[in-house]
């Protein structure tokens, strides 16, 4: 099942800058429709004046973490959009799409501290848009912090690549080559985070727990591995038709797919058993 399941997966998402149709049955996947823009939560202003002051390490209420990322003007969550964050803001919010519930055709399960899988870029935008309203009602964020995903420039930074050529993530997708979370090494050594079986380095069949490898330089774990993590950008601006995933997934084996600066991109409604998301804070710290 899990060899299967694996041959599956990686035909479908191996090639960085490459669109390709997934052949894993989706039983509640969404037509492929223009993204909307995300909606300022009510009652925060726009900023005026003043350069935001990037937020300070912080945990929120739901036990998120979050460090200052050099380089940014964003706090980054230490780890990928847990389960047990995503099954609060659905049990908020009627009608939140069930799909995460149900992990891939093989039916894998998932323990409170894993990713949560099998979310839309638009399903991660209205999280960020409650986990926001949330804590601003709880005074746990000030007026004029929010809560959203990393830009694809953000998510390079944190990644370690800095600030790359070109200016859209498709004229820089797989601009710098030979560079991977963990280094230049390859293959990958053991124990640098959750890829296919076949890499050899983990001990993980599909997704593993937030933060069960060691955490980078800037203090972020799994920026290779576990789950792809969507963008806020369009892949291609010009076109506005698929939107951004970073960071490869437990499904990955191609050297290509891996690379630090690989760019994999969908429509913003697609969901898939290795898709997940990472939240990023803007504005300055809380409490």
């Known amino acids: 099942m899990r060899q299967t399941l694996l041959l599956i997966v990686a035909v479908a998402l191996v090639g960085c800058?490459?669109?390709?149709?997934?052949?894993?049955?989706?039983?509640?996947?969404?037509?492929?429709v223009a993204a909307k823009k995300p909606e300022p939560v009510k009652g925060e202003p726009k900023a005026v004046g003043k350069k935001p002051t990037p937020p300070k390490a912080f945990t929120?209420?739901?036990?998120?973490?979050?460090?200052?990322?050099?380089?940014?003007?964003?706090?980054?969550?230490?780890?990928?959009?847990?389960v047990k964050d995503y099954a609060e803001y659905a049990a908020a919010n009627a009608g939140v799409d069930a799909s995460w519930k149900?992990?891939?055709?093989?039916?894998?399960?998932?323990?409170?501290?894993?990713?949560?899988?099998?979310v839309s870029w638009e399903d991660a935008n209205a999280f960020c848009a409650w986990l926001t309203k949330k804590e601003m009602a709880a005074g746990k964020i000030k007026v004029g912090?929010?809560?959203?995903?990393?830009?694809?420039?953000?998510?390079?930074?944190?990644?370690?690549l800095g600030k790359e050529k070109e200016n859209t993530p498709k004229k820089k997708d797989r601009g710098i080559k030979g560079v991977y979370p963990w280094g230049k090494e390859w293959p990958p050594p053991k124990g640098v985070g959750n890829y296919?079986?076949?890499?050899?380095?983990?001990?993980?069949?599909?997704?593993?727990?937030?933060?069960?490898?060691?955490a980078n330089k800037l203090g972020l774990h799994d920026m290779g591995g576990n789950v792809l993590e969507w963008c806020e950008d369009?892949?291609?601006?010009?076109?506005?038709?698929?939107?951004?995933?970073?960071?490869?997934?437990?499904?990955?084996?191609?050297?290509?797919?891996?690379?630090?600066?690989c760019r994999h991109y969908y429509t913003p409604g697609q969901r898939w058993s290795n898709f997940g998301f990472r939240c990023v804070l803007t504005g300055r710290s809380g409490r």
């Open 102 to 118: 149900n992990f891939g055709i093989a039916g894998f399960k998932q323990a409170d501290t894993h990713p949560v899988v099998k």
């Open 60 to 82: 929120n209420t739901l036990g998120m973490k979050f460090v200052p990322v050099k380089g940014t003007e964003v706090a980054s969550c230490i780890w990928e959009t847990r």
């Open 145 to 160: 912090q929010k809560y959203r995903l990393p830009t694809d420039a953000e998510w390079s930074v944190a990644v370690g």
């Open 234 to 261: 369009w892949y291609d601006p010009e076109e506005k038709a698929n939107r951004v995933l970073r960071g490869a997934s437990w499904s990955f084996v191609n050297p290509v797919g891996l690379l630090s600066s």
């Open 17 to 32: 800058g490459k669109k390709t149709t997934p052949a894993e049955p989706e039983t509640n996947a969404e037509p492929k």
């Open 196 to 214: 296919d079986q076949d890499l050899n380095v983990d001990n993980y069949e599909y997704t593993s727990p937030v933060g069960s490898f060691a």
